[in-house]
């Protein structure tokens, strides 16, 4: 049955002149969401599987008790597609191919963890050949904004990132050089063995079902978590990293799964950002948290602690003329339900803690 992209509860947003024409092509075939233990692996298993795709194949390194989201109606493997041989038995049979996996987090994992992000190069490497091999359909890469050179990212209100800014090369150390060799993997696999491949350039994303503590957490959870942590304790401040002042364009995972979708099935073979057009900074974001929680912190700031670049804002120009659409929740819709969320997990440890 030729199933297309479709609207459904799970995934908010208006419909996009590509979805209105019925454009590109279709996931009519077993479908590979490789890091589908993973934050954004989670929503879009979660996405496939409440729009009736039934041949979902969902992959990860973790055992799947560690999942954020498990789903029943994907087929769920543990593999490390490091390995040659768990990649071939992965991407077997499979039409379509999402790479998510890699070992990233949020400025304070990337930061100390160069090593760590830049190893993940071999995972795309041995996933791209591969399918490949299999003769997949089509491949999509998830990149970063963090390919961007960092002079670009030097003022708050710094430009809009183009995708044509990611050369001349100067990426991000270990996480961005990674992420710019992945997608010129892609292009190189395309051009020398024929599978189509697409690539998505990701500007922190946020959502609930992720990483919330323990370091890989980015801004809005870690953010949510300092504020619950705070109510929980009766405590009146919380700590801020940076001046707050940097600025981010967000992107709500609902709108980042739907997007992915699009340029999985679309026609545009170069890299496309992916993110808001709500550029905010992380004062203003902790301001709508603090709004949701019904509470005000004194804020105490942290300037040795890692703050990433100044300014980050994805230029959607791309997008839209590719689409006809791009992201639009909203800050504040999309926060709310991170915050509730976060809330309820920080809940959950305090009782435990109390009970232990």
């Known amino acids: 049955m ?98 998510l996996a890699a070992d990233t987090g949020g400025v304070g994992f990337s930061s100390r963890s160069r090593a760590r992000c830049a190893l993940s190069v071999v995972l795309n490497a041995g996933l791209l050949s591969a399918a490949a091999e299999a003769g997949a359909r089509r491949y999509l890469f998830a990149s970063s904004a963090c390919v961007y050179p960092e002079h670009l990212q030097a003022s708050a209100d710094a430009a809009g990132l183009r995708e044509e800014d990611a050369y001349p ?73 940076g001046d707050g002042d940097q600025t981010r364009t967000f992107l709500h995972v609902d709108d980042c799964v739907r997007g992915t979708l699009m340029i999985l099935q679309g026609d545009l073979a170069t890299p496309v950002n992916l993110g808001s057009p709500e550029l905010v900074s992380v004062n203003q974001l902790l301001d709508v948290i603090e709004e949701i929680a019904g509470v005000r912190m004194k ?33 504040r819709e999309g926060m709310a339900e991170t915050y509730r969320w976060v809330y309820d997990q920080v809940s959950a440890r305090t009782l435990t803690s109390r009970r232990g």
């Open 169 to 241: 090369a100067m990426p991000e150390d270990g996480q961005g050089w990674e992420k710019l060799l992945g997608e010129r993997m892609c292009r190189y696999v395309t051009e020398e063995l024929g599978l189509p491949t697409r690539v998505a350039r990701y500007f922190s994303v946020y959502g609930s079902h992720g990483p919330w503590h323990g370091g890989r957490e980015k801004a809005p959870a870690a953010l949510c978590r300092k504020v619950a942590e705070a109510i929980h304790a009766g405590a009146e401040e919380i700590e801020v990293w």
């Open 2 to 99: 030729r199933q297309y992209l479709a609207r459904g509860p799970e995934c908010r947003h208006h419909e996009s002149e590509y979805e209105r024409g019925g454009g590109g092509s279709v996931l009519d075939e077993r479908v590979l969401v490789a890091g589908a233990g993973g934050f954004i692996g989670g929503h879009l298993v979660k996405y496939l599987a409440g729009q009736g795709f039934s041949r979902i194949r969902a992959v990860d390194i973790k055992p799947v008790g560690q999942w954020f989201q498990v789903h029943p109606q994907a087929e769920v493997m543990q593999l490390d597609l490091r390995s040659p041989s768990a990649a071939r038995q992965a991407v077997d049979g499979c039409g379509s191919v999402v790479n």
């Open 299 to 331: 804020r105490r700031y942290n300037l040795g602690a890692p703050a990433g670049v100044r300014g980050r804002r994805s230029d959607n120009a791309l997008l839209r003329s590719a689409f006809g659409w791009e992201p639009s929740i909203r800050l």
